[in-house]
């Protein structure tokens, strides 16, 4: 009984890890990005660790995979299997964290894929503590499946495939998008409410100053607050999310003005997409002004959207020589809608039929 609860524990908990970090590893931008928000000053606030978020990003996804495949092989079990508990320990501390003082209100685990609330998150890092615990009292009934020669390539070729798989997505696109803006989703649609959809329901506490003592009242109990007492601030506490579109966030303004239902009627848009200007791939920006050229003659609206502001866009068009209007939208969004920066997205009436990398511009199809 005890070695077929270990078997079982060896194979959920590694099928769980491969197929965790083959999410991540799809997308180690993404997941860098949520590494990025565990490091800022209103979490952790170690912002020296954010320009190695995606350095730490793709060495953990990698790690994530190899531990799974050499668990589930036998390859040095004992080690394996304590490298697991300690990643495990660390999720769970990072998940219970984000649960607990509500911060991190998604841990990345399964990137696109799943969103878990903080403390799905938690419970399913409890769940593998569990699984993990009971391998490390039971490690020496995790035998090899193979000789050691066998176990070797495969570990070490678990490696070398995560690595490559890495430095191609890097440099191009996710191979999957489970992102709300991928391709053949209509933006429009996306943003839509359903008219019986559940609204928000938010509980509000006043707090006021009484006799030098700070207490709290809700909207109900405003009447009955003493008089002379002075209102010091206000919490929301969201009791229920209500329904959000899978797009709530996507804009197109430009001095104080927004154009985003008239873009997104355009029969033919093509839209250059650069989150921070200041942190552009140079490469990639020289490419944009001949596309801008090729797509305006084949009858294309091309515009630029950005979150930098307007004395870096001045600087950026006169150094790329870019003939293109910038329009602002919010730094998240952007990186949502495209993991290179810069990138190109090509729209028929709101829908997205390509998204393009820098390094993919010969891909483009106009």
């Known amino acids: 009984m005890k070695n077929i609860i270990t078997q079982f524990s060896r194979i959920f908990v590694g099928c769980l890890f491969i197929i965790s970090g083959l999410i991540k590893l799809n997308d180690p931008v993404g997941f860098s990005y949520k590494l990025a928000e565990y490091f800022s000053p209103p979490v952790f606030n170690v912002p020296f660790l954010e320009p190695l978020a995606l350095s730490m990003a793709i060495f953990l996804v990698i790690i994530e995979v190899v531990l799974g495949v050499m668990l589930l092989i036998g390859y040095k079990a004992k080690a394996t299997i304590w490298s697991l508990l300690v990643l495990i320990v660390l999720f769970t501390f990072l998940t219970f964290y984000s649960a607990y003082f509500d911060v991190v209100k998604d841990c990345g685990c399964f990137g696109d894929v799943l969103h878990l609330t903080p403390w799905e998150s938690f419970t399913k890092d409890i769940v593998l503590l569990f699984f993990i615990l009971i391998l490390f009292i039971n490690k020496d009934l995790v035998k090899p499946l193979f000789n050691k020669n066998v176990q070797n390539i495969l570990a070490y070729s678990s490696v070398v495939v995560c690595s490559f798989i890495a430095v191609w997505i890097l440099n191009h696109n996710p191979i999957i998008d489970f992102r709300a803006y991928k391709v053949g989703n209509n933006i429009e649609k996306g943003m839509e409410i359903p008219e019986n959809a559940p609204q928000a329901v938010v509980e509000m506490k006043f707090i006021y100053n009484v006799n030098g003592e700070n207490k709290e009242f809700t909207e109900d109990d405003l009447m009955n607050i003493p008089e002379g007492a002075t209102f010091v601030d206000r919490k929301d506490k969201v009791i229920s999310e209500g329904y959000v579109p899978s797009i709530f966030d996507f804009t197109m303004v430009k001095d104080d003005a ?85 990138a190109i997205v090509v729209l028929y009436n709101g829908t997205i039929m390509q998204k393009v990398h820098y390094n993919d511009t010969d891909d483009l199809k106009l």
């Open 258 to 342: 927004d154009y985003t239902d008239q873009f997104l009627k355009e029969p033919k848009l093509v839209l250059f997409v650069a989150y921070d200007l200041n942190l552009s791939s140079p490469a990639g920006m020289k490419k944009l002004e001949q596309i801008n050229k090729d797509a305006q003659a084949k009858g294309y609206k091309v515009i630029a959207l950005t979150a930098s502001g307007e004395t870096l866009i001045e600087q950026t068009k006169k150094q790329y020589g870019l003939n293109v209007d910038f329009y602002f939208c919010d730094p998240i969004t952007l990186k949502t809608i495209e993991r290179a920066n810069p």
